[in-house]
C-alpha cells in the first residue's frame, strides 16, 4: 500500500507543479492524468484478486486518457506530449498482454501496469521545465501549434 500513496504523492506534485507553472498544454497533460487516476482510485481493489484478469474498466479509463493525449500531442506546439502518448501505449499493450496470455504472472502485470506511471510523470515534469526555459530565453512560449485566431 505504501507504493500507492508515494505515487499519488509524486503525481500531485508533479500535476501541481505543470498547474502552476506549465503553459496549456502542461496543464492539460495534468488535468488528464489527475482525472484517470482519480478515476482508477474509484474503482473497487482487491488486491487478492485484482491483477488475475484485465479490468475492462481500467483498460476504458486507459484509452480515454489515450485520446487525450494524441489530441494534446496533436495539437501543441511541444514534443513531450508524443512521448508521454508513446509511453501510455505500452501501459495499454499490458493490458493486452494480460488479455491474451492468461498465464501471465499477476504480481508481473501489477508491477508493469504501475511502473509505466513513473517516466510518464518524469516526461511532464521534463516538460514544464523546458517551458520555463524557453519563456525565460524568448519571453514567451506558444502554446500549440497553430493559432486559434486563424479559424475566424
Same mark, same amino acid.
Given at each position: 500500500?505504501?507504493? #500507492? %500513496?508515494?505515487?499519488?504523492?509524486?503525481?500531485?506534485l508533479?500535476?501541481? %507543479? +505543470?498547474?502552476?507553472?506549465?503553459? /496549456?498544454?502542461?496543464?492539460?497533460?495534468?488535468?488528464l492524468?489527475?482525472?484517470?487516476?482519480?478515476?482508477? *482510485?474509484?474503482?473497487?481493489?482487491?488486491? =487478492?484478486? $485484482?491483477?488475475?484478469?484485465? &479490468?475492462?474498466?481500467?483498460? +476504458?479509463?486507459?484509452?480515454? @486518457?489515450?485520446?487525450?493525449? #494524441?489530441?494534446?500531442?496533436?495539437?501543441?506546439?511541444?514534443? /513531450? !506530449? @508524443? /512521448?508521454? +502518448?508513446? *509511453?501510455?501505449? *505500452?501501459?495499454?499493450?499490458? $493490458?493486452?498482454?494480460?488479455?491474451?496470455?492468461?498465464?501471465?504472472? !499477476? /504480481?508481473? %502485470?501489477?508491477?508493469?501496469?504501475?511502473?509505466?506511471? %513513473?517516466?510518464?510523470l518524469?516526461?511532464?515534469?521534463?516538460?514544464? *521545465?523546458? $517551458?520555463? #526555459?524557453?519563456? +525565460?530565453?524568448h519571453?514567451?512560449? !506558444?502554446?500549440?501549434a497553430? =493559432?486559434?485566431? &486563424?479559424f475566424r
Open positions: 500500500m505504501t507504493h #500507492i %500513496y508515494v505515487f499519488n504523492i509524486v503525481q500531485g508533479i500535476c501541481l %507543479y +505543470a498547474l502552476t507553472m506549465g503553459g /496549456w498544454p502542461e496543464r492539460c497533460g495534468a488535468i492524468l489527475l482525472a484517470a487516476t482519480g478515476a482508477t *482510485l474509484m474503482l473497487a481493489f482487491e488486491p =487478492s484478486t $485484482h491483477f488475475r484478469t484485465t &479490468d475492462m474498466r481500467e483498460v +476504458a479509463i486507459d484509452i480515454v @486518457l489515450m485520446g487525450g493525449l #494524441i489530441t494534446i500531442a496533436m495539437l501543441a506546439n511541444r514534443f /513531450w !506530449p @508524443l /512521448w508521454l +502518448a508513446a *509511453l501510455h501505449l *505500452l501501459g495499454i499493450g499490458i $493490458h493486452g498482454v494480460r488479455g491474451l496470455d492468461a498465464n501471465l504472472m !499477476p /504480481w508481473m %502485470y501489477g508491477m508493469a501496469e504501475g511502473k509505466i506511471a %513513473y517516466p510518464m518524469g516526461i511532464l515534469g521534463i516538460g514544464v *521545465l523546458r $517551458h520555463q #526555459i524557453r519563456v +525565460a530565453r519571453g514567451r512560449d !506558444p502554446d500549440w497553430f =493559432s486559434w485566431r &486563424d
